[in-house]
Every structure is written in structure tokens, then in C-alpha cells.
């Protein structure tokens, strides 16, 4: 069982990725694309399985994210990068939900795979788009030292942040296990592919029995 998320670090206010000191894992999501993938998936599967489905479990699919990458058991720190628009301020499909109180500054610890901290970052179209924005933060983790595996979950389905990324990382060190995260599979490139569904469908507690 994941532990309750607390809070150990301090607020991390800045857009400025730069100056941050990331770990050698690093999870970097769309955090609008997911909570949308998460509600269709709670419409579509609540008629099939006639039952309530309670909102995703931040935590639970973060170490099911981190499993996918690569993540094997052990003492690890990971890193999980929520970039948001700016008119969000709440997660309507996952628990804990609030960007500000709930998730930015935030850890949890899982028992097998060890510490996530947790940092959420608004963005403004006016000022840079969230695709860019994420296709940024994403070169400034593939480019760091010390970072060993990224895992990224775009919005695949509209925008070009998943032709901006594929593209960005081709220059990327083979060294560096990347693995981005979609609802179907889509032109690779220099990087894994992983079906996203299955790390929500978890962390939404949709067995695989109850779909059968």
C-alpha cells in the first residue's frame, strides 16, 4: 500500500528548470491529458462493469508510471513533473487533486521502488504553450547528467508535442532510457513506447478480472 503523499520539500515557485537538481528518474506528464484520459476511462468503464469508480490514485499511478520506465525495486528517488494550464487549479479525476495544497512540494514513499517527490507547474499560452512548455523541460531532463531514465506522457491526441518530442529526441544519449507514455501506439522513435491505459486502469482500481 502507497503511503498517504506528505510534504518534505519546499515550495518550487520558478518555470526556471534549470537551476533544479533532478533525480536519476524523472517523470514528466501532461497532468489536463491525464485527468481527461482519466475520466473517459471512468465513463466507459463504469457502464461495463456497473459499478462506481473512484478517482485515480495520484500515488498508485505514479509508482505504475515508474514501473512501466523501467523502475526496478529498490531505493530510488523519482521525480514526477505535473505541467498544468494556469485556469486549472484542481485535478477533477485524481486524488489528491488541488495543484497548489495537495501536490506541488510533495512526496510520498513507496515501499518497493522508495521516494516520489512531487512538483506541479502552471502555464500561460500567452506567455509559452504547455506543449512547448513540456517539450522544454523535457530536453533540460534528458540533457542532465544525472538524470538516468525519463518517462513522458504528452497530450498525444491534440497539439504537436508528440512530433516535437520524437524529434527532440533523437539527439538524445542511447545511454538514457526514455520511455513515452501513449492510449495507442504511435511513430517511434529513439525511445520506448508504453501504453498509458494500463497505469490509469491501476490506479482507477479496474482489475483485469472485472473487464473479462
Known amino acids: 500500500q502507497v503511503t498517504k503523499i506528505i510534504c518534505i520539500f519546499a515550495r518550487m515557485n520558478s518555470l526556471n528548470t534549470n537551476n533544479i537538481k533532478w533525480s536519476e528518474n524523472v517523470i514528466i506528464a501532461d497532468a489536463d491529458y491525464i485527468d481527461k484520459v482519466a475520466f473517459d476511462l471512468i465513463v466507459n468503464f463504469e457502464r461495463i462493469i456497473n459499478r462506481r ?31 498544468h494550464s494556469q485556469q486549472s487549479k484542481a485535478m477533477q479525476n485524481f486524488r489528491p487533486s488541488d495543484y497548489e495544497k ?26 509559452v504553450g504547455k506543449d512547448d512548455f513540456l517539450v522544454d523541460v523535457a530536453r533540460t531532463v534528458c540533457n542532465a547528467k544525472e538524470v538516468k ?18 524529434d527532440m529526441l533523437r539527439k538524445v544519449d542511447d545511454e538514457k532510457r526514455v520511455t513515452l507514455f501513449a492510449m495507442q501506439p504511435l511513430p517511434g522513435g529513439n525511445f520506448r513506447q508504453e501504453i498509458l491505459g494500463y497505469s490509469l486502469m491501476n490506479a482507477l482500481g479496474i482489475s483485469a478480472n472485472e473487464i473479462k
Not at 63 to 75: N, P, S, T, W, Y
Not at 106 to 116: I, M, N, S, V, Y
Open 102 to 127: 495537495d501536490l506541488n512540494a510533495q512526496a510520498f514513499k513507496d515501499p518497493r521502488l522508495g521516494e516520489f517527490v512531487i512538483s506541479s507547474y502552471p502555464t500561460e499560452e500567452k506567455m
Open 149 to 166: 531514465r525519463v518517462m513522458i506522457i504528452p497530450n498525444s491526441e491534440e497539439g504537436d508535442a508528440y512530433d516535437q518530442l520524437r
Open 53 to 83: 469508480i473512484q478517482p485515480a490514485d495520484m500515488a498508485q499511478w505514479a509508482v505504475c508510471i515508474a514501473l512501466d520506465g523501467g523502475l526496478r525495486e529498490g531505493e530510488h528517488e523519482t521525480q514526477l513533473v505535473l505541467i
